[in-house]
């Protein structure tokens, strides 16, 4: 029903924004991750998700179109609803959660409030056929010029590799999304060490 809501941001609040579009202000329920891209006073766009139930109507908001449909395709996982998709969406970035999805990164998923091992390997098992990111209806993890599938060439086996080390995919997603998926693991590996050492 609502694509998206654009406006002045009026206020903000623990979870969620009103933006004011034509004198009428739409109270979204949103993500940490969207919060810290507005301000109060300043103009806004949020994509929109419309929850409707017996005995409530919530509107979700979120910064980006990515975020939109890592939401949407949250909430289609048994066991997920709006309050503990968005609580993920909190916890890390699509890119990060499509990383860790992709390596079977428990742990991670996990760090989202609401979410215990078992619910967190149902997202794994269901979804990880599911994040081919690069279309407008999935999530990307772009580097400089390019998209990274991480579902795709040596990346998955280096994030498993890495998180042997001692690392989580919320830690290497923002180095390792800017590679080429194509170099072999041992580079890979190689690469993201360094970046994160430069940090």
């Given at each position: 029903m609502y694509y998206s809501v654009r406006g002045e941001v009026i206020h903000l609040g623990t979870g969620f924004a009103v933006v004011e579009c034509g004198g009428v202000g739409y109270k979204c329920l949103t993500t940490i991750n969207t919060q810290k891209n507005l301000a109060v006073g300043s103009q806004a766009k949020l994509y929109t998700y419309l929850s409707v139930r017996e005995d409530a109507m919530e509107l979700f908001g979120f910064y980006s179109e990515e975020e939109l449909n890592a939401y949407k395709t949250l909430i289609g996982v048994s066991g997920v609803g709006p309050k503990v998709?968005?609580?993920?969406?909190?916890?890390?970035?699509?890119?990060?959660?499509?990383?860790?999805?992709a390596s079977g990164d428990v742990k991670t998923i996990t760090l989202a409030q609401g979410v215990g091992k078992k619910l967190a390997q149902r997202l794994i098992l269901e979804l990880k056929d599911k994040f081919n990111f690069g279309s407008s209806e999935d999530f990307s993890a772009s580097g400089p010029?390019?998209?990274?599938t991480v579902s795709a060439g040596n990346v998955p086996k280096a994030i498993e590799a890495l998180s042997v080390l001692g690392y989580s995919s919320a830690d290497v997603?923002?180095?390792?999304?800017?590679?080429?998926?194509t170099l072999p693991v041992e580079q890979l590996i190689g690469e993201t060490l360094k970046m994160m050492g430069r940090k």
């Open positions: 998709g968005l609580a993920i969406l909190s916890a890390m970035s699509p890119q990060q959660l499509s990383l860790a999805i010029g390019q998209v990274v997603s923002p180095f390792i999304s800017t590679l080429d998926p």
